[in-house]
């Protein structure tokens, strides 16, 4: 079974999709939103295979709650829009799947089937992430699990970074979130702007750097406003003064 | 007497008194009242006695130089007459002549100062000078009085008589002078209103067409704005399948509002029935794809009805709160529209709850445009003005109920 998610902030556009889903025999609708934070929280929990996305949502847009997925467990993504000259390139660009209001049968049914299809390959779902991300080379908010619930955090708020496995705790001025994605992917999504690597398991938001103390071996200690002391590695010790300009 | 400045006030008449009364009936009461005074311009225009436009320009410098030159004429023909006669000194024409332009001037002043009251009458010719003749007996009365006290006392003054015609040819003789000179004066003074008022309803009834073009062109493009447009066509499409009688309604709705956008309009102005209805084929569009959380309600004085009010005016307002107030939440919303009598005004509010004006907030497009008209039509008499109230936004418009209107 094929298990899918809609997200649209118009009830008859929702109705529409999940009563021609309900008569695909191989499809279970297994949440139906409607707004942007509503569907990121849906995909973290149920993990549904598909999501048909609409683009103008209030809360996230479909293209922010794409960018905002881990592009390795992220599910495929249809886009849904009635007009979007800007979004619609994008989506032939990134040969992303859409669907454009108002559609007729056979063209559901001709991207149901391209669904099918596409959901055998690798990742299905990490080019639409990439394209979102695109869309906003750098997220000004995170999308964080906060409890049973997904809330979205100010990026300028997040202090340090801390790789755990498959895991990254996101460490801000009064509270610490665990996000299942890499450092690096997550680096990626924050942007360069803000974010350095300091070591193969730490990143500091460079505007919380208070002081940097060398340590022997051409290591150094890095303080943060708050007190906390990281350490910087010998290997990402060049880019981070190049980008500080001592 | 009226202070320098005050009189180059008089002379450009630009900086309209702040309020313009319209006059009354009561003293005229053979003319017809004021609402079917007919209006030069082909277009349903406002009475003019309601607008205060920058635009218009009486030349009152052409008055002011045609004044001089006459009484400069007039005193050099009595100063010829008067020279002939050796008994007569060389001061005594100037003063004679003198007095009476002293007396003139300071009755024309008043006169000048009130033209702008009586412009609405430049229509009807024989009530505009109704509206002056009336105050002839005063002023003949005045100036006889005045011109012989100050000829009484200059000659007082340098120890001489003046002699003069009995009294009773004098106010005959003065009386018939005067008549005349005012009906010269104010024939001028009407003519040179009238090109006044011509002028200027050419230039407010180009700016009036430009703007209703303007607003015509943003409602059109606001009908068949794609998102606007497609998304309805996508609720069409999800009803077909649920509610079809449902649905057919919409299609109709959704045709109905086109054909309002692509009509071509003749007149600026429209009855507010008219208006109200646009707006809630709109609301009933947009309440169709937004049905699980927005509720509009409508609360008109059906008094007010047949007001006429600027066409296409109001939905911007609408589309706003739609668009700020409505796609980007996901709490429901309540929408009110409000038509009232406030204060002589006709009220328009349209206001919706649960989101409020961001700090830094500036008019877009569609409310620019509505001010824009509303100035052009009504200048400072009306005015929209959208701020938080409550837990919401409310755009509030209003436009004067003059006695016209009512």
New interface residues.
Partial sequence: MMRVMIAD?????R??LE?WLAEQPDVTVVGSV??GL?AAQCIEQRRPQVAFLDV?M??LSGLQVAAQLDPSSAPLIVFVT???QHALKAFDLNAVDYL?????RERFARTVQRVRERLQSYQPGARAVAMGRAQWPASERLLVPDGERLRLIETASIEWLQADDNYVHVHTAGSRYLLRRTLHDLLFQLGEQRFMRIHRSTAVNIGCIAALAPLFKGDYEVHLHNGRVLRLSRRYRDMLFARMVW | MYPQNDFRYLAFGRFAPPTLRLPQGSWLSPWPPLHSVGMNAPSRLPQAGVLTDDGATFPLKTFATLWTIFWLLMMSVTAQDALRNPHTLWWEPVLWEGSSILVATAWMLPALRVRQRYAVYLDKPLAWFACYVRWLPLVAVTFIAAVYAIRFGVYAAVGRTYEHSSWRFIVVYESVRLVLFAGLWLGILFGIDSYGQWQLQRHRLLQTRKALAEAQLAQLQGQLRPHFLFNALNTVSALMHTDVERADRLVAMLGDLLRISLRSIEHEMTPLADELHTLQLYADIMRERFRDRVSVHWHTDETLLSTPVPALLLQPLLENVFKHGVERTVAPVRIDVRVRRESGALEILVSNSGSLLTPGHRDGVGFRNCRERLGIIYGHAASLLVRNEGDGVAARVLIPLTSAFA
Avoid: N
């Avoid at chain 1, 902030?9 to 556009?13: G, I, K, L, N, V």
């Avoid at chain 1, 454009?100 to 007729?104: E, H, I, V």
């Fill in positions: 902030d118009e009830a008859p556009a109705e529409k009563h409607k707004d509503s103008q209030p809360t009635a007009f979007d454009l209001k108002p559609y007729d």
